[in-house]
């Protein structure tokens, strides 16, 4: 079964530009999380999609926005970019939409650099 | 709010010593807890979890208990490799089904 996968790996971007970020989940698995990690904040979650609806968002600008598709792949777009937006963003799918109950499996990231 | 405490890193030990990392949560309800675990240019990985008190979770020859009295999940393994070096993350999800990431440790394995 493929993992989680994300595109593009790296993206190097100037401020004030738009970005958007796409990862598709592992077949079946209709959930899909997002988050930011950055050596000084560390992991901080973004927001959860589940069967298109956005289920959870953490407490992100609404520069941050995302949304899911009908067969589960979803996509992260960050406008008005900031330097304090480079960070590795990390997709996360599970089988449900709730962490509390299934596993996340995590694709590798994608590394944005803002300059 | 909920929240997630663990050790500063790194952690440097020879490869077949102890290993402990401690972890503590603050949590208003009866979270899940969990370790991940994130190898060098990779996502991270479910290592363990446990989802409610008293409950061991354990994989590859780590464990950790879910202790409510001390609200604390330390990760242990009896033995390390130098393939455990990796940046371990302590992680609680309550009933809000967000997951709250502590800042993680950095783990070097020396042979």
């Known amino acids: 079964k493929a993992g989680v996968t994300q595109t593009p790996r790296y993206l190097i971007k100037t401020r004030g530009q738009q970005v958007t970020l796409s990862c598709s989940p592992i077949s079946g698995h209709r959930s899909v999380s997002w988050y930011q990690q950055t050596p000084g904040q560390g992991l901080q979650f973004l927001f959860e999609y589940f069967s298109e609806t956005q289920r959870n968002k953490g407490n992100f600008p609404g520069r941050f926005s995302g949304r899911q598709f009908s067969n589960s792949r979803s996509e992260m777009n960050v406008s008005t970019l900031e330097l304090g937006d480079s960070a590795l963003y990390l997709c996360?799918?599970?089988?449900?939409?709730?962490?509390?109950?299934?596993?996340?499996?995590f694709g590798p990231g994608t590394r944005l650099t803002v300059t | 709010g909920n929240s997630v405490t663990q050790m500063e890193g790194p952690v440097t030990l020879s490869e077949e010593a102890f290993l402990t990392i401690n972890c503590t949560y603050t949590?208003?309800?009866?979270?899940?807890l969990f370790w991940y675990v994130q190898y060098p240019g990779e996502g991270l990985q479910l290592l363990l979890k446990a989802t409610k008190a008293d409950d061991k979770g354990s994989n590859k020859g780590f464990e950790a208990t879910y202790r409510k009295e001390t609200t604390s999940f330390h990760l242990e393994k009896g033995s390390v490799q130098v393939s455990d070096s990796a940046v371990y993350f302590c992680a609680l999800s309550d009933r809000d089904d967000k997951i709250i990431f502590g800042k993680g440790t950095r783990l070097h394995i020396l042979p």
């Open positions: 996360a799918s599970s089988l449900a939409g709730s962490p509390y109950h299934y596993e996340q499996y």
């Open positions: 949590a208003t309800g009866y979270p899940s």
